[in-house]
């Protein structure tokens, strides 16, 4: 089945900085790479997604990079605000018969300091 | 839009006695709705995939018995903790997939805290 990591576990930037977290995945036949950020007690909110078709997708401050030769996907948030802080989590779709299921990298926890 | 919906957000139990989560997507209509637990600063872990009208799919190493799924219309899947113990005490998550082609988009729920004393 699909693997998925993640790096780094934990990153902490000053205000105004960029932030990159990177995934890496292990099944060829993935085609969708949803981010996700989730802050403390509360369900993941969907931040950007990318599919195969496209190298790279941006939003304001958000932007993913996806390199399908070397299978992984980045994460890059500029100008970073402390409502930034969260834990995010990137993920993989499954192809064949898992359809629709994601797997989950294991998160980064981002601390941006005022 | 994409809005998912979760009954209750706390919850506090005995051992022994049953919880049941509703799960909504209040804007659109879900083929699919996936349920999740995690636990404390650990990721997400997938434990079974519901689809509307048929039986849910479980992932290895959850127990089907333990955890009823209940797909009954587009709009609302229910998980039910039969028999709760302390070592079900965990934050369980839903999601929703909807209707619209090949659109893989799951849109989370707001979580659910269930404490078995």
């Known amino acids: 089945g699909e693997n998925v990591e993640q790096h780094p576990s934990t990153l902490s930037v000053q205000e105004g900085d960029s932030a990159v977290i990177k995934c890496t995945y292990s099944?060829?036949?993935?085609?969708?790479f949803p981010w996700y950020k989730q802050e403390l007690g509360k369900g993941p909110q969907l931040i950007i997604d990318?599919?195969?078709?496209?190298g790279e997708k941006k939003d304001q401050r958000i932007a993913v990079t996806l390199n399908k030769t070397a299978k992984h996907f980045s994460l890059h948030i500029t100008e970073t605000q402390p409502e930034d802080s969260a834990v995010y989590f990137c993920?993989?779709?499954?192809?064949?018969?898992?359809?629709?299921?994601?797997?989950f990298g294991q998160g980064t926890i981002l601390t941006v300091h005022p | 839009g994409a809005v998912v919906s979760q009954h209750p957000s706390r919850v506090i139990c005995k051992s022994g006695t049953s919880v049941k989560i509703e799960c909504r997507s209040l804007?659109?209509?879900?083929?699919?709705m996936f349920w999740y637990r995690q636990f404390p600063k650990q990721s997400l872990m997938l434990m079974a995939t519901?689809?509307?009208?048929?039986?849910?799919?479980?992932e290895q190493g959850v127990e089907k018995d333990k955890f009823l799924i209940n797909h009954a219309s587009l709009t609302l899947s229910t998980l039910t903790v039969t028999s709760a113990h302390p070592e079900d005490s965990s934050f369980y998550i839903c999601?929703?997939?909807?209707?619209?082609?090949?659109?893989?988009?799951?849109?989370f729920g707001p979580g659910t805290r269930l404490l078995v004393l």
């Open positions: 990318i599919r195969s078709n496209v």
């Open positions: 099944d060829s036949a993935s085609n969708y």
């Open positions: 999601s929703a997939r909807g209707l619209a082609g090949a659109d893989e988009t799951q849109y």
């Open positions: 804007d659109f209509q879900a083929t699919t």
């Open positions: 993920a993989a779709n499954a192809g064949g018969t898992s359809y629709g299921k994601l797997t």
């Open positions: 519901s689809n509307e009208g048929s039986k849910a799919t479980y």
